[in-house]
T-cell receptor
Framework: AQKITQTQPGMFVQEKEAVTLDCTYD???????LFWYKQPSSGEMIFLIY??????QNATEGRYSLNFQKARKSANLVISASQLGDSAMYFC????????????FGSGTRLQVQP | EAGVVQSPRYKIIEKKQPVAFWCNPI?????LYWYRQNLGQGPELLIR????????DSQLPKDRFSAERLKGVDSTLKIQPAELGDSAVYLC?????????????FGPGTRLTVT
């Protein structure tokens, strides 16, 4: 079974609008972390935001926020006030703290911001 | 502070030839990861090092892939002989664990094309 599922292969958003990228996960480990990375066309993976499984509040980093719904096992990324430079691939990933401790990535969502 | 350095950035080889990739992690980072990213997919872990020790190489195809991390700093990933299916981007990442255990810093990757 896939551990990380991103059901949106591609998304479009107008500049200055907000967009939500979906991510669901599957784990039996009580302690885990959820991550979002951005991968521009240049190829590097850029860390955006982290949410721990025991964190009570949703994580926020500037224009990025993570909508963490533990019971639903979802960790959606919300980008507010989209900018043209936000156009990229976005990957959701999970790390199980008592397991392999490496990141397991989803298949990604390609976001295109339109002017 | 310098980021994770990888070389070469691009490599084109014929099948059955050997190839090697080099990674220099962020100074002081004790944990090093090699991931493979196939086109249109998220990265998948090949091997994880803690200092000099390979603590997770369960996904490394050991018949043709090998890796080393001498002195717990730089690392080399080798493929011999390469197959057409090895065409992918090979990403190196590093982290400082457990102090900074949740964030992995990625290099720009090496794009391998096997013809």
């Amino acid at each position: 079974a896939q551990k990380i599922t991103q059901t949106q292969p591609g998304m479009f958003v107008q500049e200055k609008e907000a967009v939500t990228l979906d991510c669901t996960y599957d784990t039996s480990d009580p302690s885990y972390g959820l991550f979002w990375y951005k991968q521009p066309s240049s190829g590097e993976m850029i860390f955006l935001i982290y949410q721990g499984s025991y964190d009570q509040q949703n994580a926020t980093e500037g224009r990025y926020s993570l909508n963490f719904q533990k019971a639903r096992k979802s960790a959606n990324l919300v980008i507010s006030a989209s900018q043209l430079g936000d156009s990229a691939m976005y990957f959701c990933a999970m790390r199980e703290d008592t397991g392999r401790r490496a990141l397991t990535f989803g298949s990604g969502t390609r976001l295109q911001v339109q002017p | 502070e310098a980021g994770v350095v990888q070389s070469p950035r691009y490599k084109i080889i014929e099948k059955k030839q050997p190839v090697a990739f080099w990674c220099n992690p962020i100074s002081g980072h004790n944990t090093l990861y090699w991931y493979r990213q196939n086109l249109g997919q998220g990265p998948e872990l090949l091997i994880r090092y803690e200092n000099e020790e390979a603590v997770d190489d369960s996904q490394l195809p050991k018949d043709r892939f090998s890796a080393e991390r001498l002195k717990g700093v730089d690392s080399t990933l080798k493929i011999q002989p390469a197959e057409l299916g090895d065409s992918a981007v090979y990403l190196c990442a590093s982290s400082l664990e457990p102090e900074d255990g949740y964030e992995q810093y990625f290099g720009p990757g090496t794009r391998l094309t096997v013809t």
